[in-house]
C-alpha cells in the first residue's frame, strides 16, 4: 500500500516535507504559495492567514507583518488613516510622513501643492491665504513669502497699504510708493503707473493728483507737460484747455500785445518811436495828427486809437 502524506506535508525522495513558511496544504500531500494578502510564518500550515485590515502582502509571504496600503500607516501590521496633515501613497509596513511645506492633504493618499496666493508648513491639512492686496507663488512655506502687490505697499508678510493719490507702484514687493513726477498724475489710490496729463493739460509739481487745464492765454500741444506754452506776442486766448498754437487769436491790424495775453483788450495801438499811446477817444472825438505836435480835434462818428508824440 502506497502511503500518502498529510495536509501541510509534500513527498519528496520518498520522505514526507513540511510546506515552507509562506505556503500552506491544499491537499494530501501538497504546498500552495499563500496568495496575496495573506501570509504563513509556520512549516506545516494547512492554511494561509489573511492580512489584518487596510493592509497586504506579496504571494508566498512567510512574514506575520502584513504592509499597510496606501493611505494607511503603522509598522505592526496594524494600519491606520493618516491623519491629517499627512499621506502615504506606497504600501508599505511604515508610518504615514508629514506633508512637506508648501503642501497640504487632500487625501489619505497624497500631498497637494498649495496654489498661488497660499502657503504652508510641514503637516499642514490646509493652506493659509495671503492678506489682502498681496501674492505669493505656488507651494510658498511661510507668510513673509506673501509680498505687496503693485500699488500697495508694505513688508513682506504684513498688511499691504494702497499707495495714496498722487502716488504709485509698479511691481509687487516691499518697496515703497514713488510721487508722480511733473507732468504726469495718479487720480486714485492704488495706482500701478502715474499717467501723462493729456494735451492741453498739465502737472506742474511732483505729486499731482489732477492734471489741470493750460489757462487762458495759453495753450499745451504735448502730453506729460509740466508747463503750458504762452500765446505768441500779437495774439491772445480767452478760452482753457487749448491744445494748439493755432487756438490764440491775432489782435486787430495796428495793434499787438504782450506773451500770454488772455483777451482783446490787451491788444494796443503799435506807435512809431517817440510816439505813446492815446486812451481810446470819448464823445466820438478821433485825435489826428496834422503836423508834428499840432494836433486837431474834430467830431467823428468812430473813435480808434492813436499815437501822440511823447
Not at 493729456?198 to 504735448?222: F, H, L, M, R
Request: with cysteine; glycine share 10%; aromatic share 6%.
Amino acid at each position: 500500500m502506497q502511503c500518502v502524506c498529510l495536509m501541510g506535508y509534500y513527498s519528496e525522495d520518498s520522505a514526507c516535507l513540511g510546506c515552507p513558511a509562506g505556503e500552506a496544504g491544499t491537499s494530501l500531500g501538497s504546498c500552495a504559495k499563500c496568495s496575496a494578502g495573506f501570509y504563513s510564518d509556520q512549516i506545516a500550515s494547512t492554511t494561509c492567514t489573511q492580512c489584518q485590515a487596510h493592509s497586504t502582502s506579496p504571494v508566498g509571504s512567510a512574514s506575520s507583518v502584513c504592509l499597510c496600503n496606501a493611505g494607511y500607516g503603522g509598522i505592526d501590521g496594524e494600519c491606520t488613516a493618516c491623519a491629517a496633515g499627512k499621506s502615504k501613497s506606497d504600501v508599505a509596513a511604515t508610518q504615514c510622513p508629514l506633508c512637506a511645506a508648501g503642501k497640504y492633504s487632500d487625501s489619505v493618499t497624497s500631498c497637494v501643492d498649495c496654489a498661488v496666493r497660499f502657503y504652508s508648513p510641514a503637516g499642514a491639512s490646509t493652506c493659509t491665504e495671503c492678506q489682502a492686496n498681496s501674492n505669493s507663488a505656488a507651494q510658498s512655506i511661510s507668510v513673509e513669502a506673501c509680498t505687496c502687490n503693485s500699488g500697495h505697499t508694505g513688508e513682506n508678510g504684513t498688511a499691504c497699504d494702497a499707495c495714496i493719490s498722487g502716488e504709485y507702484k509698479g511691481a509687487p514687493g516691499n518697496g515703497p510708493c514713488v510721487v508722480c513726477e511733473t507732468g504726469k498724475a495718479a487720480s486714485s489710490p492704488a495706482m500701478t503707473v502715474c499717467v501723462n496729463c493729456e494735451a492741453g493739460k498739465y502737472a506742474g509739481v511732483d505729486g499731482a493728483v489732477i492734471c489741470a487745464e493750460c489757462g487762458n492765454g495759453k495753450y499745451g500741444p504735448s502730453a506729460g507737460s509740466s508747463v503750458c506754452s504762452q500765446c505768441a506776442a500779437g495774439t491772445y486766448l480767452t478760452t482753457t484747455g487749448a491744445v494748439l498754437s493755432s487756438a490764440c487769436k491775432a489782435c486787430p491790424a495796428g495793434t499787438s500785445s504782450s506773451l500770454g495775453s488772455v483777451s482783446l483788450d490787451a491788444c494796443i495801438s503799435i506807435c512809431p518811436a517817440g510816439f505813446t499811446v492815446c486812451v481810446l477817444c470819448e464823445n466820438y472825438i478821433h485825435v489826428l495828427l496834422l503836423v508834428p505836435h499840432l494836433f486837431h480835434i474834430r467830431t467823428s462818428y468812430m473813435c480808434v486809437h492813436a499815437c501822440m508824440r511823447a
